[in-house]
């Protein structure tokens, strides 16, 4: 399995921006399809968005379409989402996650990961 950290949560105004990072070790970063998910209190985990191993295919979730981006720097081992235009409902605790090693592409569905960071809080309030 890969490990995986993320950092960059923390409290944010509505409409503001945060970008969440995700450094990666253990196994071929480079070849492993990775995804974000978040879990809002008392709700389950949802898919937010997924990156294929080279970014040439990346989805969304329909919340946050046209707000989020995830990207990759491979060399780096490093994911990433740019998180904009934020609203009260995207308050959660984001987990960065990855697929099975030489799985290349991503995937919406929680249980094609096997590989998942501790979380980090995002907190949208004004």
């Known amino acids: 399995q890969v490990q995986l950290v993320e950092s960059g949560g923390g409290l944010v105004q509505p409409g503001g921006s945060l970008r969440l990072s995700c450094a990666a070790s253990?196994?071929?970063?480079?070849?492993?399809?990775m995804g974000w998910f978040r879990q809002a209190p008392g709700k389950e985990r949802t898919f937010v968005a997924t990156?294929?191993?080279?970014?040439?295919?990346?989805y969304y979730a329909d919340s946050v379409k046209g707000r989020f981006t995830i990207s990759r720097d491979n060399p780096k081992g490093s994911l990433y989402l740019q998180m904009n235009s934020l609203k009260f409902e995207d308050t959660a605790i984001y987990y960065c996650?990855?697929?099975?090693?030489?799985?290349?592409?991503?995937?919406?569905?929680?249980?094609?990961?096997?590989?998942w960071g501790q979380g980090t809080p995002v907190t949208v309030s004004s």
């Open positions: 996650a990855a697929r099975p090693s030489t799985t290349r592409s991503g995937s919406s569905s929680y249980q094609d990961y096997d590989s």
């Open positions: 253990g196994r071929t970063f480079s070849s492993t399809g």
């Open positions: 990156i294929s191993y080279d970014s040439s295919n990346a």
